[in-house]
Structure formats: C-alpha cells, structure tokens
C-alpha cells in the first residue's frame, strides 16, 4: 500500500494567520495519464469528510480561495492563506492512483 | 449537485453480517464508481472498496472476503455487505462517489454521504 505521511499532526495557529500542512507519499503518486492524484479533504467537527483540493491544486466546487495545493511527485503542501474560524477540523491528504486508497493519519487544525 | 444517502441497522451482533445501502440523487448511479470509506471513532478514513455500475469492484485487501459490493441502477442505488464482523468493524461508515477513471472531472472521492455509525456489540 502507499503510505501517506502528514506533518504536523497538530496546528494550533491565530485566526487571520496562515497555515501550512504537508503530506508526502511512499511512491509517485503520477499516473500514466499524466494526472497526479492527490487530494486533500476537510473533516470539521462532527460532520463527514468533504473534498477540498483534486489533483494537487484543483479546488472543488465552492472551495474558498485561500486554500491552495501544491506540490509534485511525492511531496505535497496544502496551505491556507488565513485561517478562519470555520476552518477548525481535521485535514487529510488521499491518494488515487494505486488500489487501496489510502489517506494520511489527518492534521488537526486549530485555532491558538 | 451529488447527494448521497447512507441507510442500515446502526447495530450488529458480532460475527454477523453488516449491509448498509446508499442512495444516489442529483446523479445517475451509470455515471461512476461508487465508494464505500469507514472512519473508527477518533480515528482517521480507510478506504473499503468501490463498485461501478456494470457491477465491477475494487476491494481493500485489508478485508480479505468478507466485503461484498453491490449495485442496483433501477433504484439508483448502491449496497456494502461486510460479513462475520467484529468489534474492530465498529466505525462510522460513509458512502462516496468515486471520480477515478475520467468518470467526472475531479479524479477523486468528491461526494460523501453524511455517514452512518455502526457499532458492533451484543
């Protein structure tokens, strides 16, 4: 299985400041199609799991633009320009390129 | 826009089966692969299995043959059957749609059902 490894685990940051979480893969996470299949999904509190990012940087539909994907190959950043306080949850990088899909352990964001 | 349904008994006795069942709207359930993803209380997402709607499937290993998927287009719905499950089966479980494969534009797992706690106990 390709193993995803987020850093940090925890984020603690001021409200208006900006946040930053990485994620890296065992493996290329680069298709045959060209595509790269990284994806990032928002977890708030009590609510299931929502999409955030698609391939690296593609924000989804009604994703606010402060949150930004980047990366290449097996390193990957998601970063948000300034927190808001609906931001609080939990943050996981997901692979799709190779069966099982696997996902990072989460990155829990918080407000200081 | 996608919404997806998650509906079952909330309660299993271990060593029985678990059968859960998502509804598609907003979408025809011919469009894509459809996913099934659990999350343990506390605990981060694994990635069960997915099916489309020719009946093909992709399975977690990690669940060796006790996962069954299946999917009924008349009804726009799909179905998950785990069998002899135990208290590590304990999650809440989550129905998606699955993008993969050019299907839809995002490539990823973009739509989720709002998610069903199972709890596996006598």
């Known amino acids: 299985d390709i193993v995803m490894t987020q850093t940090p685990l925890s984020s603690p940051v001021t409200l208006g400041q900006p946040a930053s979480i990485s994620c890296r893969s065992s493996?290329?996470?680069?298709?045959?199609?060209?595509?790269?299949?990284l994806s990032w999904l928002q977890q708030r509190p009590g609510q299931a799991p929502r999409l955030l990012i698609y391939?690296?940087?593609d924000r989804f539909s009604g994703v606010p633009d402060r949150f930004r994907g980047s990366g290449a190959g097996t390193d990957f950043t998601l970063k948000i320009s300034r927190v808001e306080a609906e931001d609080v949850g939990v943050y996981y990088c997901?692979?799709?390129?190779?069966?099982?899909?696997?996902f990072g352990q989460g990155t829990k964001l918080e407000i200081k | 826009q996608v919404q997806l349904q998650e509906s079952g008994p909330g309660l299993v006795k271990p060593s029985e089966t678990l059968s859960l069942t998502c509804t598609v709207s907003?979408?025809?359930?011919?469009?894509?692969?459809w996913s099934w993803l659990r999350q343990p209380a506390g605990k981060g997402l694994e990635w069960m299995g997915r099916?489309?709607?020719?009946?093909?499937?992709n399975y977690n290993p990690s669940l060796g043959s006790r996962v069954t998927m299946s999917v009924d287009t008349s009804r726009n719905q799909f179905s998950l059957r785990l069998t002899s499950v135990t208290a590590a089966d304990t999650a809440v479980y989550y129905c998606?749609?699955?993008?993969?494969?050019?299907?839809?534009?995002?490539?990823?797992?973009?739509?989720w059902g709002q998610g069903i706690e199972v709890t596996v106990s006598s």
């Open positions: 998606a749609r699955d993008c993969s494969g050019g299907t839809c534009y995002t490539g990823s797992v973009d739509s």
């Open positions: 997901m692979q799709g390129i190779q069966f099982p899909y696997t």
């Open positions: 099916i489309y709607t020719s009946g093909s499937t």
């Open positions: 493996q290329s996470l680069v298709h045959s199609d060209g595509n790269t299949y």
């Open positions: 907003g979408a025809s359930i011919s469009s894509s692969y």
């Open positions: 391939k690296i940087s």
